[in-house]
């Protein structure tokens, strides 16, 4: 059977109305790309910012979504690693239409694509992507820790030092809770009380409402004098300001996900960082190592892919699923979709 290539497309800036499904070509490769056939497709806070906000859109149609596992479909030119029918996810460049996500058949970058085990659905293979290089390129470059490569395979010991995580149930701060507690760090964090026990099963030691008033009092008291690394995965809504707060040794770091808000909220004592994703990207020697270790983890079964949520459609969910974010409805888990059952 000839295979459908159909696309989630926006067609306005800042659009609101649904997006519609639309027919391309099947696309050609270039060299260390591969074509995947996407299976599953996570969503991302950023997908809906970006139909609102007229973000990272760079002409129309365009496509959302960064986060897909699936089969390769076809290897381009110089791919070495992968071969025809490998099951594999991938953080997708989004650079055209063409490289993102909400789509039956997707270009890849060889460099940013993993093996997905068999122990892992395709479904829990799509939350992997983007929240674990977000977190595992944050923890490099603004603490300074090595991420074990194919090279330098050491895992880093940080011998039972306090680590705060503030959201530890959001994709990215599940990712950086995981990698502390792997890094031998004693990882305090924040969530609502439902999330409670799912961020301790991630290696959480402490957990705290980060409702609860004297929530920073309480940080403090557990995290004794040496707390001097933070990673503030909201960003927003005075949890920059809390986060440093929360700082008890002589001087810290406060890395944060959105952008360096103004004032800068850095003190004489404790300075906040805004990096991420990009990290990956603008060092190829980290990018390198940080798919590498996902890939490891992976292949030892040892990495807890996100809590997700199945929105029924397929593509078609799509709109169901932006609509939740704009309203805050999403808590603890990822929204997924299941490209087989788009409503062609």
């Known amino acids: 059977?000839?295979?459908?290539?159909?696309?989630?497309?926006?067609?306005?800036?800042?659009?609101?109305?649904?997006?519609?499904?639309?027919?391309?070509?099947?696309?050609?490769?270039?060299?260390?790309?591969?074509?995947?056939?996407n299976v599953a497709a996570a969503q991302n806070p950023v997908d809906a910012k970006q139909v609102d906000f007229d973000f990272g859109i760079s002409s129309l149609p365009w496509v959302l979504g960064a986060d897909v596992a699936g089969r390769v479909y076809k290897t381009g030119p110089g791919v070495t690693k992968f071969t025809v029918g490998d099951r594999v996810t991938s953080f997708l460049e989004r650079k055209t239409p063409r490289h993102s996500g909400y789509q039956t058949f997707s270009i890849a970058a060889e460099k940013r694509t993993v093996k997905l085990p068999e122990?892992?659905?395709?479904?829990?293979?799509?939350?992997?992507?983007?929240?674990?290089?977000?977190?595992?390129?944050?923890?490099?470059?603004?603490?300074?820790?090595?991420?074990?490569?194919?090279?330098?395979?050491t895992v880093p010991s940080f011998d039972g030092e306090p680590f705060l995580v503030w959201g530890g149930s959001g994709s990215v701060g599940a990712y950086v809770i995981q990698l502390a507690h792997l890094f031998g760090?004693?990882?305090?964090?924040?969530?609502?009380p439902a999330n409670h026990e799912y961020v301790k099963s991630l290696g959480a030691k402490h957990v705290f409402d980060h409702r609860d008033p004297d929530v920073v009092s309480k940080i403090r008291e557990v995290a004794g004098p040496d707390l001097s690394k933070v990673y503030d995965a909201v960003s927003e809504g005075g949890t920059v300001e809390a986060s440093v707060k929360s700082i008890t040794s002589s001087e810290g770091k406060v890395a944060i996900i959105?952008?360096?808000?103004?004032?800068?909220?850095?003190?004489?004592s404790v300075k906040v960082i805004a990096t991420g994703t990009s990290k990956a990207t603008e060092i190829p020697a980290l990018g390198e190592a940080v798919y590498w270790y996902l890939e490891e983890l992976l292949s030892?079964?040892?990495?807890?892919?996100?809590?997700?949520?199945?929105?029924?459609?397929?593509?078609?969910?799509?709109?169901?699923?932006?609509?939740?974010?704009?309203?805050?409805?999403?808590?603890?888990?990822?929204?997924?979709?299941?490209?087989?059952?788009?409503?062609?």
């Not at 829990?124 to 300074?144: E, M």
């Open 119 to 153: 122990n892992y659905s395709f479904e829990s293979g799509s939350t992997l992507p983007a929240g674990f290089v977000t977190a595992a390129a944050t923890l490099a470059d603004a603490f300074g820790i090595s991420i074990p490569s194919a090279s330098s395979p």
């Open 300 to 344: 030892r079964g040892i990495l807890i892919p996100n809590k997700f949520k199945i929105i029924p459609g397929g593509l078609s969910g799509v709109n169901e699923g932006l609509s939740l974010q704009r309203r805050h409805k999403i808590s603890g888990e990822k929204l997924v979709y299941r490209i087989a059952d788009s409503e062609f």
């Open 258 to 268: 959105l952008p360096l808000p103004s004032p800068d909220p850095s003190t004489a």
């Open 1 to 37: 059977m000839a295979p459908t290539f159909k696309a989630l497309v926006v067609t306005a800036k800042k659009q609101t109305t649904p997006l519609t499904l639309a027919d391309y070509e099947e696309p050609s490769l270039s060299e260390g790309e591969l074509l995947l056939e």
């Open 185 to 192: 760090f004693d990882v305090i964090a924040t969530a609502s």
